[in-house]
T-cell receptor
Framework: AQTVTQSQPEMSVQEAETVTLSCTYD???????LFWYKQPPSRQMILVIR??????QNATENRFSVNFQKAAKSFSLKISDSQLGDAAMYFC?????????????FGKGTRLSVIA | DVKVTQSSRYLVKRTGEKVFLECVQD?????MFWYRQDPGLGLRLIYF???????EKGDIPEGYSVSREKKERFSLILESASTNQTSMYLC?????????????FGSGTQLSVL
């Protein structure tokens, strides 16, 4: 079974600085999808960014980018120019590509604090 | 925009009560999911459904059941609530088919069993 590991339960960053959240996963598949979700205090989960494993290029969404290292099974999230609104729980997630019906497997999350 | 609505934001129940958590989505999604979120444990899948009247067990189905009589509604049932079921429950949906399709989440129900 696939597993997702987030080794940093908590992180903090100064406003306007850059922070990187780590995620590793275990799979025997060669093709799959990876996601980062954000959960602010409102509890509403929001998709931050997603990456298809067959794509070489790292995904980017404005201030958010990933460092996808397929051989190392690593999928870290970099947040640039951190803002107070970035404070949240961040979850890394994995999905097999073989069926649209398969659920996501989530990591345990990293709580990010942003210091003004 | 897709809306996933969970009937209660906070719920307090007694041990032994039968508890229904309701989830409704308004975008004709095929797939619906129930996750449980606990500090330090992340999100764990309880049950999911990919069609009306279809259900699949997730990683922690014990003590729970589900019902999906209509496409838009997916109910999580605690037959006899216990204190170890105190948790945040998140419902989610997606269209299915496309495997990179994101999940749409409800705002969660914080259940306390006393």
């Amino acid at each position: 079974a696939q597993t997702v590991t987030q080794s940093q339960p908590e992180m903090s960053v100064q406003e306007a600085e850059t922070v990187t959240l780590s995620c590793t996963y275990d799979t025997s598949e060669s093709d799959y999808y990876l996601f980062w979700y954000k959960q602010p205090p409102s509890r509403q989960m929001i998709l931050v960014i997603r990456q298809e494993a067959y794509k070489q290029q790292n995904a980017t969404e404005n201030r958010f980018s990933v460092n996808f290292q397929k051989a190392a099974k690593s999928f870290s999230l970099k947040i640039s120019d951190s803002q107070l609104g970035d404070a949240a729980m961040y979850f890394c997630a994995y999905r097999t590509p073989y069926s649209g019906n398969t659920p996501l497997v989530f990591g345990k999350g990293t709580r990010l604090s942003v210091i003004a | 925009d897709v809306k996933v609505t969970q009937s209660s934001r906070y719920l307090v129940k007694r041990t032994g009560e039968k508890v229904f958590l309701e989830c409704v989505q308004d975008m004709d999604h095929e797939n619906m999911f129930w996750y449980r979120q606990d500090p330090g444990l992340g999100l764990r899948l309880i049950y999911f459904s990919y069609d009306v009247k279809m259900k699949e067990k997730g990683d922690i189905p014990e003590g729970y059941s589900v019902s999906r009589e209509k496409k838009e509604r997916f109910s999580l049932i605690l037959e006899s609530a216990s204190t170890n079921q105190t948790s945040m429950y998140l419902c989610a949906s997606n269209p299915g088919g496309s495997t990179n399709e994101k999940l749409f989440f409800g705002s969660g129900t914080q259940l306390s069993v006393l």
